[in-house]
C-alpha cells in the first residue's frame, strides 16, 4: 500500500510539472542571448519593483498551479517515510527551484517574459501546498493507500472519480483570480459574465453551442457516479437512493457555480447548473452498471463465467472508432478551407517547425494542455482497455499494447494534419505529442482499472 501511494503522487506530480513546462515554454523555439547574459537578464528582474496590480489572472495561475504540485510532492515523501515537516520542506524548496527553473528559461523564448513576479507567485503557491498537505494528509494517504484494497472494476472506478471530482474543481475555478470587493462582482454582473436566464446566451454558431452544452453535461457524469455509490457509501452496500443522490451531485453543481462567481475571469450561468445537474442525474443512472462493472455474468443455472459486451476486444475498439470519429467532427470544423497549394506547403513547413503553438500567456497554455488532455485520454481508454479485457502472455500484451499506442499516435497526427486546409485552425507537431501522450495516460488509466479483474475474473482468449 505504501508503494502504490508512493506511485500516485509521483504519476499527479509528474504530470502537473509536464503541464507547467508545456503551458510555459510551447512552442520551445528557444533563442536569444547566452547563457550567461541570460542569467544576467533573469537576475535583473530581482532588482526591479514588482508590480501586482497588472496580469492578476497570470498571477494567480502562477499560485493555484504550485498547490497541487506542491501537495503532490510533500505526498511523495512522505509515502516514502519522510516525517511531515521534512516532506514539506522537501517540497517547497523543490517547489522554489522549479518556479526559477521555468522562469529563467522563458529568458530565451521570444513569446514569454521572465518575471520574478511569476517566481514569487509560485513559491507562495507552493507554500500554499505544502500547508495544504498538512491539513489534508490524513484523508490523502487513506484515499491513495486504499488502491491496492479494491479488487473490482467498479471500485476502482469510484476511485478514480475522487481524483476527477479533486481535478475538475481545480479547472472550473483557474486561474483563482478572486474577485476584490463588491463593487468588481458588480462588475461582472453589469459585463453579463453572469447569465440569469437560462439559454439565453448567444453561441457564434450552432455548433458551438452544441459543443458547449454537451460538454456542460459529460463533465459532471462521473459526479453522479460519486454521488451515487462514493463518498463515505460503501459499494459493497450499493448505490444511494436516487433522490438522495441527484440532490447531493446537484449541490456539488451548484457549489461549483457560485464558486465561479467569485472568480472574476470566470462565467457563471443557471444554464450551467441545469445541464451539469442532467450529467449528475445521467451518472446516478449509470452508477449500478458501474459497480457491477467487469464482474462475471451469473448464467441460468447459476454458475458464473458470462462473458459480456465490454469484456470483448470488439466492443472497445468499435468504442475507439467512434470516439475517433467524435474528435475528428470536433477538430475538422472550419468556416472556410484552404485550396492554395503554396499555402498549404507553407503551412505543413510551419506545421513540423514547433513555432505554431503559442497560447500567448501560461493561463492559456495551461488552459489548451489540459482541454487536449481531457479531449485525447478516452481514446486510450478504449484502446488500452482492447489490451486488457482477455487473458494473454505478459509478451503478447506488452506487444498489443505497444501497437495500440503507436495506433493512437497515428490517429493523433491524422488529425492534425487533417487541419492543414482549414483556415480557423494551426495544427501542431506539439499537438501531435501532447494528444499522443493524453491517449498514453488513458491506456495507463485502463490498465489500473482493469488489473484489478486481472486475477481469475477475465475471460479465456
Not at 509560485?122 to 495544504?132: I, K, R
Not at 493561463?363 to 479485457?389: E, H, M, N, R, T
Request: aromatic share 10%; charged share 15%; hydrophobic share 55%.
Amino acid at each position: 500500500m505504501q508503494r502504490a501511494a508512493s506511485v500516485i503522487f509521483l504519476v499527479g506530480a509528474v504530470s502537473l510539472v509536464a503541464i507547467v513546462l508545456v503551458g510555459s515554454w510551447a512552442p520551445f523555439e528557444f533563442q536569444g542571448p547566452s547563457l550567461a547574459e541570460g542569467w544576467r537578464q533573469f537576475m535583473a528582474n530581482f532588482t526591479e519593483p514588482i508590480d501586482l496590480s497588472h496580469g492578476r489572472a497570470d498571477l494567480a495561475v502562477n499560485v493555484s498551479v504550485a498547490v497541487p504540485l506542491a501537495f503532490c510532492v510533500a505526498g511523495l515523501f512522505e509515502s516514502l517515510g519522510a516525517p511531515l515537516i521534512l516532506a514539506g520542506l522537501l517540497a517547497w524548496a523543490g517547489g522554489a527551484c522549479l518556479a526559477c527553473f521555468v522562469e529563467l528559461g522563458q529568458v530565451w523564448l521570444p513569446t514569454r517574459d521572465a518575471s520574478a513576479r511569476d517566481v514569487l507567485a509560485q513559491a507562495a503557491g507552493h507554500l500554499v501546498g505544502v500547508a495544504a498537505w498538512g491539513v489534508l494528509r490524513v484523508p490523502a494517504l487513506k484515499w491513495a493507500r486504499a488502491l491496492p484494497t479494491h479488487q473490482r472494476v467498479g471500485e476502482r472506478i469510484i476511485w478514480l472519480c475522487y481524483a476527477y471530482l479533486v481535478g475538475v474543481t481545480f479547472y472550473l475555478l483557474l486561474p483563482l483570480d478572486v474577485v476584490s470587493g463588491p463593487g468588481e462582482l458588480a462588475r461582472k454582473f453589469a459585463s453579463r459574465q453572469v447569465e440569469l436566464v437560462p439559454f439565453s446566451f448567444a453561441y457564434p454558431t450552432r455548433s458551438a453551442a452544441v459543443y458547449a452544452y454537451v460538454c456542460d453535461i459529460l463533465r459532471f457524469v462521473p459526479i453522479g457516479v460519486l454521488a451515487a455509490a462514493g463518498w463515505g457509501h460503501s459499494t459493497s452496500r450499493g448505490q444511494r437512493g436516487w433522490w438522495e443522490a441527484i440532490l447531493l451531485g446537484t449541490a456539488v453543481v451548484i457549489a461549483l457555480e457560485c464558486a465561479q462567481l467569485l472568480i472574476a475571469s470566470r462565467f457563471s450561468s443557471i444554464t450551467d447548473v441545469i445541464l451539469g445537474s442532467l450529467g449528475v442525474m445521467i451518472g446516478v443512472a449509470l452508477a449500478p452498471f458501474v459497480l457491477r462493472f467487469g464482474q462475471p455474468v451469473a448464467l441460468a443455472d447459476g454458475e458464473s463465467g458470462g462473458s459480456p459486451a465490454y469484456r470483448r476486444p470488439a466492443f472497445w475498439l468499435v468504442a475507439a472508432l467512434a470516439y475517433t470519429i467524435v474528435l475528428c467532427s470536433l477538430y475538422w470544423q472550419s468556416s472556410g478551407v484552404i485550396q492554395d497549394r503554396q499555402v498549404l506547403r507553407e503551412r505543413l513547413r510551419s506545421f513540423v517547425s514547433w513555432r505554431t503553438w503559442a497560447a500567448g500567456s501560461d493561463v492559456a497554455g495551461i488552459f489548451l494542455v489540459i482541454q487536449k488532455v481531457a479531449w485525447f485520454a478516452p481514446l486510450g481508454v478504449f484502446v488500452g482497455s482492447a489490451c486488457l479485457v482477455v487473458r494473454m502472455r505478459a509478451a503478447g500484451r506488452l506487444i498489443a499494447a505497444a501497437i495500440m499506442a503507436l495506433a493512437c499516435a497515428a490517429v493523433c497526427t491524422m488529425i492534425e494534419l487533417g487541419q492543414l486546409p482549414l483556415a480557423s485552425h494551426t495544427p501542431s507537431i506539439i499537438d501531435v505529442g501532447l494528444t499522443s501522450l493524453a491517449c498514453w495516460a488513458g491506456m495507463a488509466v485502463a490498465a489500473l482499472v482493469w488489473r484489478a479483474g486481472r486475477e481469475g475474473r477475465l475471460p479465456q482468449a
